[in-house]
């Protein structure tokens, strides 16, 4: 059976500059898949090549057998994709509740609509607390709450997760990591770019290492946290 993404041997960068080079993955239906990598490895941008934002010079991207290498990401979003950014994004000047209806722009179905802003108030109780706060006000894990559910109100079979625990206190992020299990189970498919290396690998079922732009390991995510070369690298041990 094919994957539900397949990233085939692409090549891109910025003005010229490759940052990509010939990176090839896949993610199963059903899966958590972990791309880690020191800063600069092209984690981010393998991220905004998959989900449109970017187009590779080279190769192909497929999501659930169609192709989608040049693809816009508002068309990506309409097929299923969904993307959360590093540093949140929100539109900050808006509620709580306003930001997760932009997040449905897909549909003008009013009664969908609100069924799935009532799925994203009880997945996340604070942000029904929270639904008329202007998201600029609301704290760090609020905000990356908000994000989340921002991206989940597309109804994506596909979310991409890009540093979710960037900026976060320490006492939230196994929360947050818990939030992407549970978000798992509910049969969502879930690609994570995670700088807490230890802490991606343990909820996911297989992991891409990335080195200037390449796969430089790959394997289940037992074998990699069991690699003495992945753990003195990217976990200081």
Known sequence: MAAMLEVQ???CGYDGAPVIRGLSLEVQEGEIVAIIGANGAGKST?????????????GRILFRGEDITHSPASENIRKGIAYIPEGRRLFPRLSVQENLELGAFTTSDKSLIAGRLEEMFTLFPKLRDRRSQIAETLSGGEQQMCAIA?????????????ELSLGLMPSLVEKVFETVSLINRQGITVLIVEQMVQEALEIADRGYVLQTGRVVHSGSAGELLGSSEVRKAYMGL
């Open 46 to 58: 393998t991220m905004r090549t998959i989900c449109g934002l970017m187009h590779p010079e080279k």
């Open 9 to 11: 041997d692409i090549h």
């Open 150 to 162: 921002r991206g989940l109100m597309s109804g994506p079979k596909l979310i991409l997760l890009d």
